[in-house]
Antibody
Framework: EVQLVESGGGLVQPGRSLRLSCTAS????????MSWVRQAPGKGLEWVGF??????????EYAASVKGRFTISRDDSKSIAYLQMNSLKTEDTAVYYC??????WGQGTLVTVSS | SYELTQPPSVSVSPGQTARITCSGD??????AYWYQQKSGQAPVLVIYEDSKRPSGIPERFSGSSSGTMATLTISGAQVEDEADYYCYSTDSSGNWVFGGGTKLTVL
């Protein structure tokens, strides 16, 4: 059974950094791209970015709203994807989901950016 | 930046057909995906690659795409289908985007 578990969320001040983790199980992690999607309170879904598998270069793509501040990486030996978030803004407050393919999502982790 | 446009809300009576549209300039060349999200839950994929239904999704859910518009159809909508629905697709530069979401009311 495919499982994705996000962790690392919490309350952080504007301008600070936070790293989220997505621990995967139930599939060959290294063979798949991993994506991050967020949802601000009461708002719609927003694509954050993704990292390709090593077979496709392990390259990344980001939404314009986070480009230059967020970095996605992966550790295939541990089956973990990361979302490093720097220079956080209040508008980054959201539930952050990781997903693989289109059909497997984690339950999300809440990030609150507030002073 | 690329946008997908959905109606904010759709309302039908139980047993009626609900249609939710999603318009985007790249849809003639790119697949649309559809997600259902119920309150407090993670999204669930209900349609992929315009018209394919994942296992476990009821047959009343179907999808189609023509030109710049993709459509999610729920034939014989049920009360339990009340949820927010999002289309999802990509532009030609590797960026992905969600539509703004459509709140489906069945009552």
């Amino acid at each position: 059974e495919v499982q994705l578990v996000e962790s690392g969320g919490g309350l952080v001040q504007p301008g600070r950094s936070l790293r989220l983790s997505c621990t995967a199980s139930g599939f060959t992690f290294g063979d798949y791209a991993m994506s991050w999607v967020r949802q601000a309170p009461g708002k719609g879904l927003e694509w954050v970015g993704f990292i390709r598998s090593k077979a496709y270069g392990g390259t990344t793509e980001y939404a314009a709203s986070v480009k230059g501040r967020f970095t996605i990486s992966r550790d295939d030996s541990k089956s973990i994807a990361y979302l490093q978030m720097n220079s956080l803004k209040t508008e980054d407050t959201a539930v952050y989901y990781c997903l693989t393919g289109f059909d497997y999502w984690g339950q999300g982790t809440l990030v609150t950016v507030s002073s | 930046s690329y946008e997908l446009t959905q109606p904010p809300s759709v309302s039908v009576s139980p047993g009626q057909t609900a249609r939710i549209t999603c318009s985007g300039d790249a849809l003639p060349k790119k697949y649309a995906y559809w997600y259902q999200q119920k309150s407090g839950q993670a999204p669930v994929l209900v349609i992929y690659e315009d018209s394919k239904r994942p296992s476990g999704i009821p047959e009343r859910f179907s999808g189609s795409s023509s030109g710049t518009m993709a459509t999610l159809t729920i034939s014989g909508a049920q009360v339990e289908d009340e949820a927010d629905y999002y289309c999802y697709s990509t532009d030609s530069s590797g960026n992905w985007v969600f539509g703004g979401g459509t709140k489906l009311t069945v009552l």
